[in-house]
């Protein structure tokens, strides 16, 4: 009976603590996956891979609870439905007063899409799971012409590992720990889109003709296209505000420094800035900053020092004796300093993989995220790179300096928008 009872709940990884505290209309901490095929989506077909594919991730059946001291993951008896797609992106998900499910699948024409509150799961969590969802709909939906071959996914985690808090795996009492010193970054500022909604623009671009560009400034494509970020938004900070700092938030998946394979929260933070008020405007020059700063930040020794600080909180005697509505109040304080200290975000997923037999029937992958400022997403696919800009704010200026200065290099770049007049991006 004890293990039962156990199996029923869990706590929220120390990741996912800070979401339900600052959930809200204007930042749902929703992401999205979707996946174009060449093919139009069979809706049945989808329910039953959706059906197969939440029995091998049971975190997904639960919901949110509040206890007294912390929130926890409680097991539903709701069953994910197939929806036509009828929301606008990364809607709300978690609502304290409404329990659902943390995730929705819906479909349009050729594409599935997947939406999870991070709560639940980070980027490389939640691909475990979307990944498996369209490799079970291809698998069914196509089974006379799969039928001569085995396709197999590269996941192999029991439910076990996809349901471990690697936070506390990897977490170590190592006393004090000290303080980072705190860095004032320029905001961007602007009139806002009305109700909540966000903009949309992605930019797709062969993966061929971006990285030989990424080889000649000898440096990596997530620091290439954070520099090139960086100057596109330098360039509209007015003068009298130059003095701050361009920071950019870039999560980081932690699987990829300490062995796990969670489909939950696993990710840290390393924030990087550039002072254009004191060093140069120049593309390389800002490169060779950031290079410096990934390599002081990427090392197994700084990630578990950030582990244990994360950590060491849900495992402070006092903090833990705090009623949930104080803690509550201490996280929105939290991640209101948190927000102030960096100006936008860039994420990249990484290379998505599928098994060959799998592929012919996808044409992309893509990824991006709710915000009420600024983000940036990178995936890639095959030899489509697919940068996804989602943002709170009317002007796009910033991300069609971005796009010009990839086409000004030569590197051809078609643009995917949900505003009217997405020609005026380029």
């Given at each position: 009976m004890k293990s039962n009872k156990i199996s029923e709940w869990s706590r929220l990884d120390n990741a996912a603590k800070i979401f339900p505290a600052n959930s809200k209309k204007s930042d749902t901490k929703v992401f999205r996956f979707a996946c174009e095929l060449f093919d139009t989506v069979d809706k049945q077909v989808l329910q039953?891979?959706?059906?197969?594919?939440?029995?091998?991730f049971p975190l997904y059946r639960s919901v949110i609870k509040s206890g007294l001291f912390w929130y926890y993951f409680e097991k539903s008896r709701f069953e994910p439905v197939v929806t036509e797609e009828n929301l606008p992106p990364c809607s709300t998900l978690y609502d304290k007063n409404n329990k659902t499910l943390l995730f929705r699948v819906m479909y349009y024409r050729k594409r599935i899409?997947?939406?999870?509150?991070?709560?639940?799961?980070?980027?490389?969590?939640?691909?475990?799971?979307?990944?498996?969802?369209?490799?079970?709909?291809?698998?069914?939906?196509?089974?006379?012409?799969?039928?001569?071959?085995?396709?197999?996914?590269?996941?192999?985690?029991?439910?076990?590992?996809?349901?471990?808090?690697?936070?506390?795996?990897?977490?170590?009492?190592?006393?004090?720990?000290?303080?980072?010193?705190?860095?004032?970054?320029?905001?961007?500022?602007?009139?806002?889109?009305?109700?909540?909604?966000?903009?949309?623009?992605?930019?797709?671009?062969?993966?061929?003709?971006?990285?030989?560009?990424?080889?000649?400034?000898?440096?990596?494509?997530?620091?290439?296209?954070?520099?090139?970020?960086?100057?596109?938004?330098?360039?509209?900070?007015?003068?009298?505000?130059?003095?701050?700092?361009?920071?950019?938030?870039?999560?980081?998946?932690?699987?990829?420094?300490?062995?796990?394979?969670t489909a939950r929260n696993f990710f840290g933070v390393i924030n990087v800035d550039y002072d254009f008020s004191k060093g140069s405007a120049e593309l390389r020059e800002v490169i060779e900053a950031l290079k410096i700063k990934f390599k002081e930040n990427l090392t197994p020794e700084v990630l578990e020092k950030r582990i244990n600080k994360l950590a060491s909180l849900e495992h402070n005697l006092i903090l833990r004796m705090i009623p949930l509505s104080i803690k509550d109040l201490v996280l929105k304080i939290a991640n209101s300093i948190v927000d102030r200290s960096y100006t936008s975000t860039l994420s990249n997923v990484g290379v998505i993989n599928m098994p060959?037999?799998?592929?012919?029937?996808?044409?992309?992958?893509?990824?991006?995220?709710?915000?009420?400022?600024?983000?940036?997403?990178?995936?890639?696919?095959?030899?489509?790179?697919?940068?996804?800009?989602?943002?709170?704010?009317?002007?796009?200026?910033?991300?069609?300096?971005?796009?010009?200065?990839?086409?000004?290099?030569?590197?051809?770049?078609?643009?995917?928008s949900n505003v009217v007049d997405e020609q005026e991006v380029l």
């Open positions: 039953q891979a959706l059906n197969n594919t939440i029995e091998a899409s997947f939406e999870v509150y991070h709560a639940l799961a980070d980027g490389a969590g939640a691909l475990q799971f979307f990944k498996t969802l369209i490799f079970n709909y291809i698998t069914i939906k196509y089974k006379y012409a799969l039928k001569d071959k085995s396709p197999v996914l590269d996941i192999e985690a029991s439910k076990t590992q996809k349901m471990d808090d690697s936070f506390q795996k990897y977490y170590r009492d190592t006393g004090i720990l000290q303080k980072r010193k705190s860095i004032k970054a320029f905001k961007i500022k602007g009139p806002k889109i009305p109700e909540y909604r966000m903009s949309i623009i992605e930019g797709v671009i062969p993966v061929d003709k971006i990285l030989p560009k990424v080889k000649e400034y000898n440096t990596s494509l997530t620091v290439f296209l954070a520099a090139i970020l960086m100057c596109s938004i330098n360039e509209e900070i007015p003068l009298r505000l130059k003095k701050r700092p361009v920071v950019l938030s870039i999560p980081v998946n932690l699987r990829n420094y300490f062995h796990s394979q060959s037999d799998i592929k012919p029937f996808i044409y992309s992958f893509d990824i991006f995220v709710s915000t009420n400022k600024l983000q940036a997403c990178v995936c890639s696919f095959e030899n489509q790179l697919r940068i996804s800009f989602t943002s709170a704010f009317v002007s796009r200026e910033i991300q069609r300096r971005f796009f010009k200065t990839l086409t000004d290099m030569g590197i051809p770049v078609v643009i995917e």
